[in-house]
């Protein structure tokens, strides 16, 4: 308390100005949010709230103005009024808000799905399996008039179902897939009136002379091809389906899908394929071959900055998704062209024995699905809403400004739009990763991909790091393997007599109650899923056969489980 | 001198309780509470609603995993620990010991019910006998610590018990059991506590510059100066340095590769052979797996924490002029004052500071939180407990779990608060 | 002169770490006035004082502009079928290199002025509870031995111990079981209870210093323990008092994960919760974001520059305490 006196009187003065400051700054909040309030809870005014993580350039423009559209459509058909009003929540904390609100139970009435709910979509949410076997109302007039709503999706709304309960949820407003986008300045500097290359081998020779041309005028900071991590997996997309035959040959339970399960284990126990395997080798050489023209060191780059030397002029091209289009759109000041992947081909010379074709995109993914929430104070206004997104004319609209590829029979996208309308023909693959499972596989296997990719080994390297390292990665998902199906058996059995339940008391149970015949349906699939599972149980036996027969794979994993228990006993 | 009012003057004193409810009732409610049942939920498989199971040591097996040798330790530290904090009032200390007793003998009651009846446990009726005995015998151990703690060895004996405590956590890293996750997020926050104690050189250099002034308006303005960065929201300081590690505008890596220090970076790596930094291309800070640490660890670069200065400006204060004068005829270096006069003087403020930081960092999570997301980063390198547990709660729905994590980080700040109680406070 | 050269070499050094200290405030204001292309070409230094005022004047977009966006815009209205000088023919602002780009403040004015107001709100009515409510409880504790107070006393003191990061969860469904999740009132609540143990402690200290004589002359007065903290403990601990204000105001305000965690709409969210948003747009707008985080710092500058000598004191003090 040294500085009394005159200094006080200056301290006691201006300590006066900041408390009137304070106070006027208060007064000025408690009106300000007093009145925002006043606006968010006026009475006879529904007011539904719409949360989702698409940030894009123009996204949330778009979305307004369907929104607003349906504010006046909704006046002008009924006389109440709506509010719509959306919150895009940044990707990296979308899941944790929506899992926070809905233990909080305050979730918003819609709700975009897709980031991996783990199961707790028929928690969270309304199905609306019901009515979209009725015609969307919105498609008066059309054509699409008496087309059940899901009928009137170009994938019948097979993306809406959720695996737990087989119910419907949301509906999505668009679909996604992945092109190749090239500099038409810079090709046109470099080659002189030239068409983009449609094939593979062109693809990769054009990014040679680009190379070598940027050498000889010195452009170091030139790339034939702009690409992170992330762009790797994109360029996935431009394989051609040569483990069709690999996956046909293991796929012991004539399920049309080989992976996720120990079916895979067991065809590499018993020996029936191996990580050399020709087919491997073609799709794994595909992406290997084109990684020589990335920048050094991309593997640690960031997806950002990859497409930042892209809109910058400083690559040929780049790959990326319909989403990022707009992105590219509103930042680059050269023309932009989109072209499909050049695919290998049957004549390829490397591997063109095992190309049967290119990869289908039935299965692309609907997306921007949005679902109703169980605590939405307006469940039927808000499916309202959805069903104004989805019908035909504004889902043109919506996916016209925001530059989406649309999801409704008949939509014409946005011209930009056109290269990335789906391309159903083909033949269906998988990741050799993802099918052997999600985790130490999944991790050997990227491993080594990585190593391959950086062209720190040859193919061949990479497949023996893979024989090394997976039977001891493949102990471990075997181990994790039997944990999980105790898990997934209980949430199944769960699912299984949540329905017999519903079917039973269908009275107690409200309007929610399935009908009959879905409960039905659903019982025998979740039967067969059970049936499964205890099949899979089954599988074991042939384990003890394989090591009876002293399959050398089989023994090698056999040690490793060996260890792993031993030191757990320790 | 506080007034003593006896239970007999209540009637026309009771009034004065109004003056602590409003306080008492708020902490209870908001404080007291959720503490008591986040304790009470760890022994839950628990999703925040409908799913409430009672699980027994389920999510504490599953977190510190199962090695016999390291549940003794932990019971021996638990009793040691109650012991140290009840011993404080005497009629309690005699009592403590006792009551533990009896609480491991329930303890052991509800293990062997949780074992025969539930298969959650993964326990037969014999296994849970068995870890009931070993219970018995860590009480034991952990009473008579506490009768030697009593006797006034404490020093020696916490001396060993924290060596024996970072032994256990080595060997937890190495070998462990349980969640690899929780461990290599103490992993991180060990890094992340070295780095910050050497980035509190900084603050103490700064601050014994600016006391050495002989201009005492300058100290102040300066002081004045150094509080306008702490005034600045902390999230827009978080942001600002977000975006300054930003790979390709961010400023540092424009700094790097504009003055070419990066190819001073790329060659040395080529010489280590880390396979970080690539010429060519700018490293993605927060991005790349291998460098998420090293970010955070240069964070807030020079660290010159301006609260830092001003707590030991503080502790600087109490030295007199003339002991600087005396040090000058005696012909002392810089060095010399440093180490003799002024040092000494800001130990404790050094030392409260060591300790608040050590438990600081053990919560830290908001910050990972914000910039890398709540997966921790690239592979989930800093997924540190703290997120571990926001994780676990708010994304994966295991809030029994989460309330486990959130245990054991409590556990290893009520030590370090022993720690700090105990030895740095005394020598004020 | 090596004494002048010795001070010299201090300030030097001070000055150095100034400049660190007050590099990303310095950088934060100079990219809040650019446009994105500015930022990329010249990202720290400030832009020349020349385009300080913005020039309103307006011009049909030509292609080869200055501005990214312009040229943009000049593509694709010749892609709609325009030719410069028809009807629908863009119009821009003159951007040179050098136009400050005021209209990134008033962007971001427009998100981040709600978040201001509703911080202030919850940290005004935070702060003046928790110190009624503490200041009672601190009197209660120094004036009186009531029965049970030394029970409560360690009630209060035991909470010292327990860290935050144990209770969130249980925190979180307790305000959902009240129904305060998305409310501004939590915060509040949540405010002044955070409060309540550290303030308590540090004013029981004080009003047990304040002198026995001015109680015992009011008690004599008759006057009731309530007009004693009014007129006497409330005059006598004035500077304690605000700067334990001024702590818990600035830790209202920089508090971001309990109104990241429960608040669910963008209108009801708090400054620091709120700026996490602004740096996850997509393709960022480095000028509006920067303007965001400016704007978000002043309210604290502006009271910073009237009570100065109390926030130098009170954080000094306050980190004594430990």
């Known amino acids: 308390m040294a500085d009394k006196g005159q200094k006080r009187d200056f301290g006691a003065w201006s300590s006066y100005v900041a408390i009137v400051v304070l106070v006027i700054s208060f007064s000025v909040s408690l009106w300000r949010v007093y009145k925002v309030q006043e606006v968010e809870q006026a009475d006879g005014v529904a007011t539904i709230r719409v949360v989702h993580w698409q940030l894009e350039a123009g996204f949330r423009e778009a979305f307004d103005d369907i929104a607003r559209r349906f504010e006046k459509a909704y006046l002008a058909e009924t006389g109440e009024r709506v509010r719509i009003v959306q919150n895009a929540i940044s990707e990296r904390v979308y899941k944790q808000y929506v899992q926070t609100q809905g233990i909080g139970k305050t979730l918003p009435d819609l709700v975009q799905l897709g980031r991996d709910e783990l199961g707790s979509v028929p928690r969270f949410f309304i199905s609306n399996t019901e009515d979209v076997q009725k015609p969307n109302p919105y498609n008066k007039g059309t054509d699409l008039e008496d087309v059940p709503w899901m009928d009137t999706y170009l994938d019948g709304m097979l993306g809406s179902v959720d695996q737990t309960d087989l119910e419907y949820y949301g509906a999505a407003s668009s679909t996604a897939s992945t092109r190749l986008f090239y500099n038409a300045d810079l090709l046109k500097e470099v080659f002189g009136d030239i068409e983009p290359p449609t094939e593979y081998r062109a693809f990769l020779d054009l990014c040679a002379r680009f190379e070598q041309w940027a050498e000889e005028q010195g452009r170091g900071d030139l790339t034939p091809v702009a690409a992170s991590k992330y762009q790797v997996s994109v360029f996935r997309a431009m394989r051609a389906a040569t483990l069709f035959e690999l996956m046909l040959e293991n796929d012991r339970d004539f399920d049309g899908v080989f992976g996720q399960n120990d079916e895979v284990l067991l065809a590499y126990a018993a020996g029936d394929f191996d990580f050399h395997d020709p087919r491997i080798r073609a799709d794994e050489m595909t992406i290997a071959n084109l990684t020589q023209y990335f920048a050094p060191g991309f593997m640690a780059m960031d997806r950002m900055e990859a497409q930042f030397r892209f809109t910058q002029g400083k690559a040929l091209f780049c790959a990326s998704g319909s989403w990022d289009a707009m992105s590219f759109d509103s930042q680059v000041d050269f023309p932009m062209g989109i072209l499909d992947f050049p695919f290998p081909t049957r004549d390829d010379p490397e591997f063109g024995q095992y190309v049967r074709g290119r990869i289908s995109e039935a299965d692309a993914p609907a997306v921007f699905r949005l679902a109703v929430s169980k605590f939405s104070k307006h469940p039927d206004l808000t499916l309202r809403f959805l069903q104004f997104l989805t019908s035909r004319e504004n889902n043109q609209r919506f996916n016209q400004l925001s530059r989406w590829p649309p999801v409704i029979k008949g939509a014409k996208p946005h011209p930009l739009m056109e290269p990335f309308m789906r391309k159903p023909e083909g033949f269906w693959t998988a990741e050799v990763n993802r099918i052997i499972g999600a985790g130490p596989c999944a991790a050997a296997y990227s491993q080594a991909q990585w190593e391959l990719v950086e062209h720190k080994v040859d193919f061949d390297g990479f497949a023996d790091m893979l024989e090394r390292d997976m039977p001891r990665a493949m102990a471990q998902e075997f181990e994790r393997l039997l944990n999980n199906e105790w898990e997934e058996r209980l949430a199944q059995e769960m699912s299984l007599s949540h329905q017999l339940g519903s079917y039973s008391f269908g009275d107690t149970w409200g309007e929610a109650a399935p009908t009959p015949e879905r409960v039905q349906s659903k019982m025998v699939y979740l039967w067969e899923m059970r049936m499964r599972r205890y099949r899979n149980s089954y599988r074991l036996l042939e384990w003890q056969e394989l090591l009876d027969a002293g399959e050398p794979k089989a023994q090698e994993i056999q040690q490793h489980i060996k260890i792993d228990l031993e030191r757990k006993q320790s | 001198m506080p007034k003593y009012v006896s239970i007999k003057r209540l009637t026309s004193y009771w009034r004065l309780y109004l003056f602590v409810a409003p306080a008492a009732v708020l902490v209870g409610i908001f404080a007291y509470f959720p503490a008591a049942s986040a304790i009470y939920h760890a022994f839950f498989r628990w999703n925040g609603s409908y799913v409430k199971e009672f699980v027994g040591l389920y999510n504490f097996h599953q977190l510190l995993g199962w090695s016999p040798f390291l549940w003794l330790v932990m019971v021996a530290w638990v009793v040691l620990l109650m012991a140290l904090l009840v011993g404080r009032p005497m009629w309690l200390a005699g009592w403590a010991p006792w009551g533990l007793l009896l609480m491991v003998c329930g303890l052991g009651v509800a293990l062997f019910t949780a074992g025969t009846e539930s298969t959650v446990l993964h326990m037969n009726a014999g296994e849970a006998w068995q870890w009931y005995g070993r219970t018995m015998w860590a009480t034991v151990l952990g009473v008579g610590l506490h009768q030697i703690v009593r006797r006034n060895w404490s020093q020696v004996v916490q001396g060993v018990l924290v060596l024996y405590g970072f032994l256990w956590f080595y060997y937890q890293s190495m070998y462990a059991t349980g969640d690899q996750t929780l461990w290599s997020g103490f992993g991180v926050i060990f890094i992340l506590v070295l780095a910050n104690l050497v980035k509190m050189v900084p603050s103490i250099a700064t601050a014994v510059v600016i006391h050495r002034l002989k201009s005492e308006r300058w100290q102040y303005i300066y002081r004045v100066l150094f509080v306008v960065p702490m005034i600045v929201p902390g999230m827009v300081g978080l942001l600002v340095w977000k975006s300054f590690f930003d790979p390709t505008q961010g400023i540092l890596n424009r700094v790097l590769l504009g003055s070419g220090f990066y190819d001073v970076m790329v060659w040395f790596d080529g010489l280590v052979g880390w396979g970080v930094f690539h010429a060519g291309s700018s490293p993605s800070w927060l991005g790349d797996a291998s460098l998420v640490i090293p970010s955070l660890i240069f964070w807030g670069f020079p660290w010159v924490g301006t609260v830092g200065v001003l707590i030991y400006l503080t502790g600087l204060a109490g030295i007199d002029e003339s002991v600087y004068e005396a040090a000058d005829i005696a012909g002392a270096t810089s060095l010399q004052k440093f180490t003799y006069i002024e040092f000494p003087l800001i130990l404790t403020q050094v030392r409260i500071n060591l300790v608040l930081m050590i438990i600081a960092t053990l919560q830290t999570y908001g910050q990972i939180l914000i910039l890398l997301g709540d997966s921790g980063g690239p592979q989930g390198v800093a997924l540190v407990p703290g997120l571990y547990m926001f994780r676990s709660a708010f994304v994966e729905l295991y809030a029994g779990k989460a309330c486990a994590i959130g245990l054991i980080v409590f556990f290893f700040i009520l030590i370090l608060t022993e720690i700090n109680n105990r030895f740095v406070r005394v020598e004020k | ?322």
């Open chain 3, 1 to 322: 002169m090596s004494n002048f050269w010795k001070t010299a070499g201090q300030h030097l050094f001070i000055w150095a770490v100034l400049l660190f200290a007050f590099f990303p405030l310095y950088v934060t204001f100079a990219i809040s006035v650019k446009s994105n292309k500015q930022f990329n070409n010249q990202p720290f230094s400030p832009l020349s004082l020349s385009g300080f005022v913005e020039t309103l004047e307006r011009k049909p977009a030509a292609p080869g502009a200055y501005d990214t966006k312009e040229t943009i815009l000049v593509r694709e209205a010749l892609e709609a079928g325009l030719k410069p000088g028809d009807a629908g023919w863009p119009v821009v602002r003159l951007s040179t290199a050098d136009t400050w780009h005021w209209e990134n403040w008033i962007v971001a004015w427009d998100t981040v002025g709600t978040y201001i107001f509703n911080t202030i709100l919850v940290a005004v009515t935070a702060v003046v509870f928790a110190l009624c409510f503490s200041t009672a409880a601190a009197f209660f504790f120094a004036r009186y031995r009531m029965p049970g107070a030394t029970f409560l006393w360690y009630f209060f003191l035991v909470l010292m111990l327990m860290p935050g990061v144990a209770n969130l969860v249980p925190l979180f469904i307790l305000l959902r079981d009240m129904n305060l999740i998305n409310s501004l009132l939590a915060l509040v609540i949540i405010g002044i209870s955070g409060a309540q143990v550290v303030q308590i402690f540090i004013l029981r200290n004080f009003i047990e210093e304040i002198p026995q004589d001015m109680f015992d002359a009011a008690d004599v007065d008759g006057a009731s323990p309530f007009r004693q903290v009014l007129y006497i403990v409330l005059p006598m601990s004035g500077s304690v008092i605000s700067t334990l204000a001024i702590l818990q105001f600035i830790s209202v305000w920089n508090d971001f994960l309990l109104p990241f965690i429960i608040i669910r709409d963008d209108s009801l969210l708090t400054l620091a919760a709120g700026l996490i948003k602004l740096d996850g747009e997509y393709v960022k707008q480095w000028g509006e974001m920067m303007a965001g985080y400016s704007i978000a710092s002043l309210p604290l500058v502006l009271i910073f520059l009237f009570t100065m000598r109390l926030f130098v004191r009170g954080i000094s003090a306050g980190a004594v305490k430990g």
